[in-house]
């Protein structure tokens, strides 16, 4: 079991960034993958972006492609979500998740809440 803790959410301005982490503590010393996905009120929880542990190799939702890096400290067993040029649609409460291997269903982080104004 992994255990996951969001922070750096917050209120921002429309164009502004922030930039959030998620600590993983537990049996992480097989992370595979780690990844952000966002829920607003009323919609689907949907996918953001996704690092590769051992890699590194990232992938993007096309929603936020070049507006949004993800980055990893594996030291720390941190990920991070630099979010540049926010706009009111990316409000939401953003999820970290992580696999242990390619077949484990995943643990959650409990959210972090970004709103946007515009």
């Known amino acids: 079991q992994v255990q996951l803790v969001e922070s750096g959410g917050g209120l921002v301005q429309a164009g502004g960034s922030l930039r959030l982490s998620c600590a993983a503590s537990?049996?992480?010393?097989?992370?595979?993958?780690m990844g952000w996905y966002r829920q607003a009120p009323g919609k689907e929880r949907e996918f953001v972006a996704r690092?590769?542990?051992?890699?590194?190799?990232?992938g993007y939702a096309d929603s936020v492609k070049g507006r949004v890096t993800i980055s990893r400290d594996a030291t720390k067993n941190t990920v991070y979500l630099q979010m540049n040029s926010l706009k009111p649609e990316d409000a939401a409460i953003y999820y970290c998740?992580?696999?242990?291997?390619?077949?484990?269903?995943?643990?959650w982080g409990q959210g972090t809440q970004v709103a946007v104004s515009s």
């Open positions: 690092i590769w542990w051992s890699s590194g190799t990232t």
């Open positions: 537990g049996r992480t010393f097989s992370l595979y993958d």
């Open positions: 998740d992580a696999h242990r291997h390619i077949a484990d269903s995943g643990s």
